[in-house]
């Protein structure tokens, strides 16, 4: 078998794989580890889940494999110096989900401002009719320069909205920051003057707690927070803190990851916390795009006359457009 697909693509990228390649598709190893190593001990490329973590063990179990493939964005489950020693290409379509993303978030902060809406959605045909917020003329606080903030900036600039930033990895002075038309702050002045937050910072272990009491007894009252970043970048007693005493009115935060508000967490009883399964990147769209890109880099890394070193693969916007033509 050349390419073993634990995660699907959509139809027409596994079609065209399937054109050239021997393909099996196995959804159901993705609960079976053990079975999951059996099945690529003759695999040369396998497509991930993100659940299904990459180790120098896993590798041992797959000794012709050149190619690890993911349609998510991330590496943190992928032990990279183990694939580098192996000489395993990763894969990972980095942005594809950008303009999903952004609009994830720029869905949330409208909802937050108007919660009528999601009252009334939620089927409450009575719900009421709550004063809302525009986002013409609101501050919003662009934490974090991650890719997404750059689609999310030219969103919310063409709806009036005043932009202010902060990005623990970006100087001030940066040219990026006037380019998105994003006046730099420190993290403080950030929370102290926008309406809205919203958090997409590229997570480090560095950053574990980054949002704690310090940074947030600057909030402005009745600030709304959305983010897609890993929720450990909260602290999350001090995060529950501010939910409680008004200083956030409310968050919709996407992708938190186990615990983070289940039962025994002070998150828990916040009802003015929203979570949600990864629905940012989880579009037809960025389906679409991820998945030709996979599908093209795999091909591509098999087809190789020799195959070459390790290389982390980023995603552009051409590479997936072309892979849509080809097909």
């Not at 021997?22 to 959804?27: A, F, K, L, S």
């Not at 059996?38 to 889940?49: E, G, S």
């Not at 998150?267 to 890109?293: D, V």
């Amino acid at each position: 078998m050349d390419i073993l697909l634990v995660e699907q693509l959509v139809p027409e990228a596994r079609a065209w794989l399937e054109e050239r390649h021997t393909v099996q598709v196995r959804p159901d190893l993705a609960a079976d580890p053990s079975a999951l190593r059996k099945a690529i001990y003759n695999t040369q490329a396998v497509l991930l889940p993100r659940k299904a973590v990459v180790t120098q063990e896993f590798l041992d179990f797959a000794p012709r494999l050149k190619a690890v493939a993911r349609i998510h964005v991330g590496t943190d489950n992928t032990d990279l110096e183990a694939c580098r020693e192996r000489g395993v290409r990763v894969i990972h379509a980095s942005t594809a989900n950008v303009r999903s993303n952004a609009e994830y978030l720029l869905a949330s902060m409208l909802l937050l401002f108007r919660r009528g809406i999601g009252a009334a959605m939620a089927g409450d045909r009575h719900a009421e009719v709550r004063l809302g917020r525009e986002l013409h003329g609101s501050i919003i606080g662009i934490l974090g320069l991650a890719p997404t903030a750059h689609a999310l900036a030219v969103m919310l600039h063409s709806l009036g909205a005043r932009l202010v930033g902060y990005d623990p990895a970006v100087h001030h002075t940066a040219p990026i920051w006037s380019r998105l038309n994003i006046q730099p702050v420190t993290a403080q002045e950030l929370v102290s003057t926008a309406e809205a937050v919203s958090v997409q910072v590229i997570y480090g272990s560095r950053y574990q707690g980054f949002i704690n009491d310090k940074l947030l007894a600057h909030c402005k009252p009745g600030q709304v927070w959305v983010g897609i970043s890993r929720s450990h970048l909260f602290d999350i007693g001090a995060f529950a803190r501010a939910l409680s005493d008004g200083r956030i009115e409310a968050a919709v935060l996407d992708g938190a990851e186990s615990g983070f508000a289940s039962k025994g967490s002070p998150l828990h009883e916040c009802g003015n916390l929203f979570l949600t399964p990864r629905l940012g990147s989880y579009t037809r769209e960025s389906r679409l795009r991820a998945s030709w890109y996979v599908a093209h880099r795999i091909h591509e890394t098999l087809s190789a006359p020799t195959h070459g070193a390790f290389e982390p693969v980023p995603t552009g916007m051409m590479d997936l457009e072309g892979g849509r033509r080809a097909a």
